[in-house]
């Protein structure tokens, strides 16, 4: 079988909306010796990891974060995780919940619950900015960011006019919204390099991180971007969920990279594929719970 997750994707037509940005940010970039840009051996199509943008790069632009960016799961080099990720205190409720979720790490393919694992559902946020990250891209409109993230060819809107995070999503009360995969975000820019991004009215069949933490619909996930210098975006998540769990915690930090030729490539999760991995490998092998594994985040 291909890559557990699937091949990759056409980018959206969105990030066209990126091409402005990209193409003069690429010129800024250093390069190591041996780019392959004007190579005949080498195609301006494909994302190549070890090509890879040099140093700083010189400062950030003010309140720009526009173009794409290598995830720690890229192949680049970027550190998987920076740490300062915090073991969350939960209420008995979130316990009941965690305690049912089976995570890939400790329960194997044949014994998770993941339904991303199982059947390709959606991460969800604040897990798509976590997990299977192997590139992300952003490109600015006139009333909010547009988020383009690799794997799942997701994209997700970051309103910037000012508008507050709806209240009783879900709720039985007349016009209430209902839960999004990805929530609603809003953000605003809280110096001229950090982008805050918080969400709300996450779908709660999705998981905070690999290892199974739960979130209601009520969580409030706060993620925080800042362009350190041109070529280094650094993002911290936390999240404050009262109902499951007694008071905020950290996700941690993760780490990207400035891509010169700002190409990415294509990352699905094709059920179909997975349906036909499990059934030959994954589900006939079984599930060891006491083996050790990756726990995930």
């Not at 190591?32 to 005949?40: C, D, I, L």
């Not at 799961?73 to 009941?96: C, F, I, N, W, Y």
């Not at 953000?187 to 918080?198: A, R």
């Not at 650094?234 to 109902?243: G, M, S």
């Amino acid at each position: 079988m291909r890559n557990f997750f699937g091949r990759t994707f056409v980018a959206l037509a969105g990030i066209l909306m990126l091409s402005s940005f990209a193409t003069a940010q690429t010129a800024q970039s250093q390069q190591q010796p041996g780019s392959p840009q004007g190579s005949a051996a080498r195609t301006p199509w494909k994302y190549y990891p070890a090509d890879r943008a040099v140093g700083a790069g010189g400062p950030a632009p003010k309140r720009d974060l526009s173009g794409t960016w290598a995830g720690p799961r890229s192949g680049a080099g970027v550190p998987d995780s920076g740490g300062g990720a915090e073991k969350p205190s939960m209420t008995p409720l979130g316990q009941q919940l965690f305690s049912a979720n089976k995570p890939l790490g400790k329960f194997s393919p044949a014994g998770t619950n993941d339904q991303t694992v199982r059947s390709c559902d959606p991460f969800g946020v604040p897990r798509n900015a976590l997990d299977e990250i192997r590139g992300l891209s952003f490109g600015t409109m006139p009333d909010r960011i547009i988020m383009l993230i690799q794997f799942q060819d997701l994209w997700r809107e970051i309103w910037m006019d000012g508008r507050p995070l709806p209240k009783n999503v879900g709720s039985s009360e007349k016009g209430s919204l209902d839960p999004r995969y990805n929530g609603y975000s809003v953000g605003h820019w809280e110096d001229d390099y950090t982008l805050v991004i918080d969400t709300t009215g996450l779908d709660d069949r999705t998981w905070l991180t690999g290892s199974g933490y739960p979130h209601s619909i009520d969580a409030h996930i706060q993620e925080r971007y800042t362009r350190v210098d041109h070529n280094n975006l650094k993002l911290t998540v936390t999240v404050d969920d009262p109902k499951l769990y007694t008071k905020p915690f950290s996700l941690g930090t993760n780490y990207f990279r400035w891509i010169p030729n700002q190409e990415i490539d294509e990352k699905l999760c094709l059920p179909s594929e997975v349906l036909v991995y499990l059934q030959s490998l994954g589900d006939p092998a079984g599930s060891d719970p006491s083996a050790v594994g990756r726990n995930g985040r």
